[in-house]
């Protein structure tokens, strides 16, 4: 027995062998750590997109006036590829940095897997958790909005070039919401409709932020609570003209059955209130008026006044700011709300300016400058806007302008 133990430690012929045994231990737990790694993050990402999905169709329901938990839970339930467990959906969040954020819909789901491998050393699964925060945001600012809920509701035509410092705005659910047509140019961002947005490559400037199928815009003017006003009562003037080669000067009133300008004419500043009829202004035309505010409105949704500057008229208008009028600071145009679609048509060349806003919420607008259409400021809210003409809009506007809500609003994870 001794000489074999003797003879038994002295051989190494099997020291390979031993050598890989101990190493095979090794090599196979470290490939079932491998494959357990892939599948637990295969399996938090998953859940993670599920739980974004949720998020997400939490706030889009928050934003237009819904609950949460319904829209976040189906949403997780159709995206999910594992049984997983709801924690909670919580509106406002109860942690992070939206807290309190009423518009914020924070998700958090757990589950349970056994890995292929640890499973065979752990009698309980590792827990898998995953959260996500969705919110409305802000995010880009509007200079033209508009707000009809079905067709184009904005459109480029011809060779029109339009050049905004700002973006485009359509409530329209219409899968041609913003219809960029021809060879027309659009330099705006973004661009962001409830609907679709038909463009081609050479209708819109390289980088340009296209939000399809979104939030609708809120209009921004309802904050302010304007109403037309009702004095004066009676007429300053009726079917007021200035002819060729004649030159007028008015102060602020009413004016019934429209504005003619066929000559020269400046406005005082303050409030004109243009009952029925058209605000019209000819080619070879010219007013002037600083601190203004044309309101255009009548006494049935059918006859609200309108506007008509033909292309070749020199217009140089700008609204009051706060110290000349801290109702309608910022109003250059203010269409009756309860006008019945009519059509409203801007015409200009480089002797066109105009700073202010115009709001026209239930009136069709077109633009068909020509030759350097131009404005400093103008924010452009309308029921249908169209596009025609080469107009630029530097959306370059003093603060008592830029106090409305113009921002574009998107939902998106945050968290």
């Known amino acids: 027995m001794k000489q074999l133990l003797a003879r038994l430690k002295s051989n190494t012929k099997g020291n390979v062998l031993m050598m890989a045994a101990a190493g095979t231990v090794a090599v196979v737990g470290g490939a079932g750590l491998g494959v357990d790694t892939v599948q637990w993050y295969l399996w938090k990402r998953q859940l993670q997109q599920a739980v974004d999905s949720g998020a997400i169709a939490g706030a889009l329901s928050v934003s237009r006036g819904g609950t949460a938990t319904t829209p976040a839970t189906n949403e997780i339930n159709r995206n999910a590829n594992t049984v997983l467990t709801i924690e909670n959906i919580n509106t406002p969040p109860t942690s992070g940095a939206f807290i309190g954020?009423?518009?914020?819909?924070?998700?958090?789901?757990?589950?349970?897997?056994?890995?292929?491998?640890s499973s065979l050393f752990v009698d309980v699964a590792p827990e898998i958790r995953a959260r996500s925060v969705a919110a409305t945001v802000t995010d880009g600012e509007h200079c033209v909005i508009s707000l009809a809920p079905d067709g184009i509701g904005v459109s480029t035509q011809g060779n029109a070039d339009v050049q905004l410092g700002c973006g485009v705005a359509a409530n329209s659910n219409d899968y041609t919401a913003i219809d960029l047509d021809g060879t027309s140019y659009l330099g705006g961002s973004p661009l962001s409709a409830v609907g679709g947005i038909q463009y081609a490559s050479g209708n819109i400037a390289t980088g340009t932020d296209i939000q399809s199928y979104g939030l609708p815009q809120t209009d921004p003017m309802l904050a302010r609570g304007l109403t037309v006003p009702t004095s004066p009562?009676?007429?300053t003037q009726n079917n007021f003209r200035v002819q060729p080669s004649d030159t007028a000067t008015i102060s602020p009133g009413r004016y019934c059955n429209g504005i003619t300008v066929r000559g020269d004419l400046t406005m005082n500043?303050?409030?004109?209130?243009?009952?029925?009829?058209?605000?019209?202004?000819?080619?070879?035309?010219?007013?002037?008026?600083?601190?203004v505010t044309i309101i255009l409105t009548g006494n049935a949704p059918g006859n609200i006044a309108n506007v008509d500057m033909l292309g070749g008229a020199e217009v140089d208008l700008s609204a009051p700011t706060p110290a000349q009028d801290a109702?309608?600071?910022?109003?250059?145009?203010?269409?009756?709300?309860?006008?019945?679609y009519p059509l409203s048509k801007f015409a200009g060349d480089s002797d066109f300016e105009m700073e202010g806003i115009v709001y026209m919420p239930n009136g069709n607008v077109k633009f068909t400058g020509d030759s350097g259409q131009h404005a400093d400021c103008l924010l452009l809210i309308g029921y249908r806007v169209t596009f025609a003409g080469d107009s630029s809009f530097?959306?370059?506007?003093?603060?008592?302008?830029?106090?409305?809500?113009?921002?574009?609003?998107?939902?998106?994870v945050v968290e």
């Open 101 to 117: 954020n009423n518009r914020a819909v924070e998700v958090i789901v757990t589950t349970q897997q056994g890995l292929p491998f």
């Open 233 to 235: 009562s009676g007429c």
């Open 269 to 291: 500043p303050g409030v004109y209130i243009v009952d029925r009829g058209t605000f019209y202004a000819s080619s070879q035309s010219t007013i002037t008026g600083h601190g």
């Open 327 to 340: 109702t309608w600071e910022g109003v250059l145009f203010f269409q009756d709300p309860t006008a019945d």
């Open 394 to 412: 530097d959306n370059n506007c003093p603060s008592h302008i830029t106090t409305l809500d113009l921002g574009n609003r998107r939902v998106r």
